[in-house]
């Protein structure tokens, strides 16, 4: 369903241009579209044309406003598949093992948000983060709390942002003020999705939190809300740690594997989304695959918690869909550049690699595609909604000095995601309209 926005003149931004048509790692350089002079023109929010400035001035109407950032990037705007909304005031705590790090972190800080106050405050920062950061697009764990959902949802409604969140389904294995109970977190969700779901650019996802912390009662019910109402995604998490896997093993003694807990409840699907998945086996990678769900990548909490490699050339092999995560609080940035930069490195270690362009594909197009969402976000194909951000190779004296040495394009996109932050987006639209100028230093 198209996006309606206000009728406005059209909108000429002029820079490099960058979006992928496809995934470089199978079709290479004929993915990649780059127009180094380039012209991106919008109408009411989406995207009309995409070329050569030489080609498409000629072809502007008389009324189109014209925005001109010659010498930055311009990408469509990054698309996060995996991150906590209540977890942004624990960033940097010091690492522990996860079970340890919940214990000690994150129970405390999502059970502050039981209160409505705390939860449309720290609701706003984080999508204000968001968009500072250059991430248009995220799927989201709120607390068990409705009232945190109903919040996030506010939230990035007001800003016009493309969110996918849920509230936590818990029931056991968690503090008594984070618990619910099966039937209460059926009809809590259920009121959430009549709300919220479908509403502008808003869906909503199931959200068992994982296997150990959801009664066979509560996954059975997650299983079938998931499967009765057309559109709703689920996400949950899935073998972030070895510890972690072992618990859910003896928890569920019977299963063939940790995703068999989940397969046998019905979660896995189109729209489903699984986070880490770092100590799964090829069966498991088979039957996500066959099955049309994805997984999210998140380096920097696998390395911050020390949990494992992911295995991104195993993840290809199967024909996963794979999108890029930051997992906050356990990540350490809302830095999509940032994330990268973690991503190249654990495929290092893993005896991978990640090029530039594959990199920009997974936190663009490719989030797009493991959110189902391909025909609507991640590239600027004619009419996509026209999310994008504006990169400055720039932004930093060494990252100039960098970038000014630069001979190719692959080159400058690998200075970005090694070198990057925040520092580098210089602005952020949302449907064709600024949500974040750097020069402004806060969200417009």
């Known amino acids: 369903m198209r996006i309606s926005v206000s009728p406005s003149p059209p909108l000429a931004v002029r820079g490099e241009i960058v979006h992928f048509t496809d995934d470089p790692a199978e079709r290479g350089s004929d993915a990649c579209a780059h127009f180094p002079d380039g012209l991106l023109l919008i109408r009411d929010g989406h995207v009309l044309d995409c070329g050569p400035a030489a080609e498409l001035e000629s072809k502007l109407p008389t009324d ?42 994150a129970w405390p800080a999502e059970a502050r948000h039981a209160a409505p106050a705390h939860a449309a405050s720290e609701a706003g920062f984080f999508c204000d983060q968001l968009l500072r950061h250059g991430t248009t697009t995220a799927m989201v764990f709120t607390t068990v709390h409705p009232v945190s959902a109903d919040a996030l949802f506010e939230a990035a409604r007001a800003r016009r942002m493309r969110m996918i969140a849920g509230k936590v389904l818990m029931d056991r294995n968690c503090p008594p003020a984070l618990r619910d109970d099966p039937a209460l977190g059926d009809a809590q969700s259920r009121a959430l999705i009549e709300k919220w779901h479908g509403r502008d650019r808003l869906a909503y996802a199931v959200t068992p939190r994982f296997a150990p912390t ?20 689920l996400q949950t998490h899935l073998a972030e740690q070895r510890a972690e896997t072992a618990w859910a093993m003896r928890l569920s003694p019977n299963a063939r594997s940790y995703l068999d807990i989940y397969e046998r409840f019905a979660h896995i699907a189109p729209r489903s989304n699984f986070a880490h998945c770092l100590w799964i086996d090829d069966e498991d990678c088979r039957l996500m695959a066959e099955r049309g769900a994805a997984v999210s990548f998140c380096p920097t909490s696998n390395l911050f918690l020390g949990s494992g490699l992911f ?26 550049l940032q994330t990268l930069a973690e991503a190249y ?6 005896g991978q690699t990640l090029t530039p362009e594959a990199g920009f594909y997974l936190a663009t197009l490719g989030g797009a595609r493991a959110l189902r969402l391909e025909s609507r976000i991640g590239s600027f194909l004619q009419d996509k909604e026209a999310d994008f951000i504006v990169l400055d190779p720039h932004a930093t004296p060494l990252l100039k000095a960098r970038t000014t040495r630069a001979a190719t394009l ?6 970005l995601m090694t070198l990057g932050d925040d520092r580098c987006v210089a602005a952020t639209y949302l449907l064709g309209e600024i949500a974040f100028a750097q020069q402004k230093g806060t969200v417009a």
């Open 345 to 350: 490195k654990v495929l290092r270690l893993a």
């Open 214 to 233: 959801s009664s066979e009662e509560q996954m059975r019910l997650a299983g079938r809300l998931f499967s009765e109402i057309p559109g709703l995604y």
């Open 64 to 105: 189109a406003r014209r925005v001109d950032y010659s010498g930055k990037l311009i990408l469509p705007g990054f698309i996060d598949t995996h991150t906590h909304s209540a977890q942004t005031e624990i960033i940097a705590s010091h690492g522990e093992h996860l079970a340890e790090w919940l214990e000690k972190y």
């Open 311 to 336: 295995d991104l050339a195993r993840a290809r092999r199967f024909g996963l869909r794979v999108g890029l995560g930051t997992d906050i609080g356990a990540g350490t940035s809302f830095s999509m």
């Open 410 to 415: 692959t080159e400058r996109l690998f200075a």
